[in-house]
């Protein structure tokens, strides 16, 4: 008898220090089969036989909380085409993030919620599968409703589209071999940002080589370590280990693996940690005025648009236009201003421009004064693969500074050649370029000679230990001293 796979995508992380929520028009929505061409699995349910039940794909660029109306509409359409095919699916397949806040929500997390509601429609055992992204809360509430739940190993992420395709074949297996699946979880009171826990650095390089060397048994489904995230308050929050065994049976084994990993995890937990360079604003703008060749970067950590950030933050900026920059030439890439950006449009390239760049917002987004010439007016571009236009960009030559300023009209983070020449520059003509991540892009670091993390404050401030927190289980490192690994629950 032929089968069906239901399939959904909402990949949103929330920023709830962010003040502008996320409406259903700031999403990428796609219906029917650009729905599942979208999840880069049609080869694999097809070439096994299975057929394709899209409900939607829902992709928010990293940003505030989601309002409520917009989440509204996502999950009637996931819900409802669930429920109105229902009869025809025999397993579901979801690509969901797990930090994707929902403002006024009581369950916070969407995905949570959304798990929750679909179990309750098709009862306790039809198979689910759903990848994650790392930076995504996992609960013993949320794996007990998942048969499969494996998230991605890399960060920055460079196996997305990998995992989900790994996740589709588990999901395959288990359709066409039926047998009862339970993951196993120990959540952590681990709590600490995607710059504490880069893949290519300890402990994480050592944790994923126990992930891979785990699913090398046959009797280990999947296996994946979650750092969670710390973006928004939430009682979800703490890292994870889930193993996921092959049969009943494998139980015990997966507990074991899972212990095994959590209580290397808690040991090495000292360090997560920043790694490479970082600094004050004013340290790191000398430090990379100081290196000799190109180009250097410099990131505005407390604006990470990569991690929900508005870009509105004008410090380091102001930090370049108070210090001696020796004749080197600097892009500011970018800050987020739709008003400078609409004042901008009615210019043409090279005219004399006279406006002020800074929402005003708080102390971090002051106005800063800029008189200058238009450089050049560009698109502003966004996404790995599927690159799309999401705006208009400007670049502004300030004068007498060797500072050029990229002015947009939404957070937009600049980690790819293609974007830079979308705007209409060429990165390597800078001797210092800043950008709003934290870690650097996977596909900035070639192109990168110097980099250094200036710790600004802001959205997504790395030191998290400064980040108010109430809802959190306590004790929780490294906010609290602790002695000995106590689990914050498990399954």
Not at 105 to 114: F, T
Not at 243 to 271: L, M, Q, T
Not at 322 to 337: W, Y
């Amino acid at each position: 008898m032929a089968m069906n796979v239901f399939v959904a995508h909402l990949t949103a992380e929330c920023n709830e220090h962010v003040s502008k929520d996320a409406e259903i028009g700031d999403f990428l929505l796609r219906y029917g089969d650009a729905c599942i061409d979208a999840l880069d699995v049609r080869d694999i349910f097809e070439d096994a036989g299975i057929g394709i039940v899209p409900s939607l794909f829902a992709a928010l660029h990293p940003s505030g909380m989601i309002a409520r109306e917009a989440f509204d509409y996502i999950a009637s359409k996931i819900l409802g085409e669930l429920k109105g095919h229902l009869s025809e699916i025999d397993g579901i397949y979801l690509q969901f993030h797990g930090a994707s806040g929902v403002r006024g929500l009581e369950a916070v997390s969407a995905e949570h919620y959304l798990v929750q509601r679909m179990r309750d429609i098709v009862g306790v055992h039809m198979p689910i599968a759903m990848v994650m992204d790392p930076h995504g809360n996992v609960t013993a509430e949320l794996v007990g409703r998942l048969n499969i739940v494996r998230c991605y190993r890399e960060s920055p992420h460079i196996d997305t589209v990998e995992t989900e395709r790994l996740v589709a074949r588990k999901l395959v297996d288990l359709m066409q071999h039926r047998r009862p699946m339970h993951p196993v979880m120990r959540k952590l009171p681990i709590m600490v940002g995607g710059e504490r826990s880069v893949s290519a650095m300890e402990p994480m390089r050592s944790i994923n080589r126990m992930l891979d060397e785990a699913e090398q048994d046959p009797r280990v489904f999947s296996s994946s370590y979650h750092v969670g995230y710390i973006r928004h308050d939430d009682d979800k929050l703490g890292a994870a280990v889930v193993v996921v065994p092959n049969r009943p049976e494998d139980r015990a084994h997966c507990a074991e693996v899972a212990e095994e990993i959590s209580a290397y995890a808690w040991e090495h937990r000292h360090e997560f940690t920043f790694t490479g360079n970082f600094g004050e604003p004013d340290e790191s703008v000398r430090d990379a005025v100081a290196f000799e060749g190109k180009t250097a970067v410099i990131t505005d950590s407390g604006d990470n648009c990569g991690a929900g950030g508005a870009g509105h933050n004008t410090v380091l900026l102001r930090e370049l236009l108070a210090q001696d920059l020796r004749g080197k030439s600097v892009l500011v890439a970018g800050i987020n201003d739709p008003a400078a950006c609409a004042y901008l449009g009615a210019f043409g390239e090279g005219d004399a421009v006279s406006f002020d760049l800074g929402v005003g917002e708080d102390e971090l987004s002051a106005p800063v004064h800029i008189s200058g010439t238009l450089k050049v007016s560009g698109d502003a571009l966004m996404g790995l693969g599927r690159i799309r236009r999401v705006g208009d960009s400007h670049i502004v030559s300030i004068g007498g500074t060797g500072i050029d300023v990229l002015v947009m009209d939404r957070n937009v983070q600049y980690g790819t050649m293609e974007q830079f020449k979308g705007a209409g520059v060429d990165f390597h003509d800078y001797d210092i370029v800043v950008v709003k991540m934290g870690y650097l892009d996977t596909y900035l670091i070639p192109e990168t000679a110097y980099h250094t993390m200036a710790l600004t404050n802001g959205p997504t401030i790395q030191r998290s230990e400064n980040i108010p927190f109430k809802r959190i289980f306590r004790p929780m490192w490294p906010l609290d001293d602790m002695d000995g690994l106590v689990y914050i629950e498990q399954c």
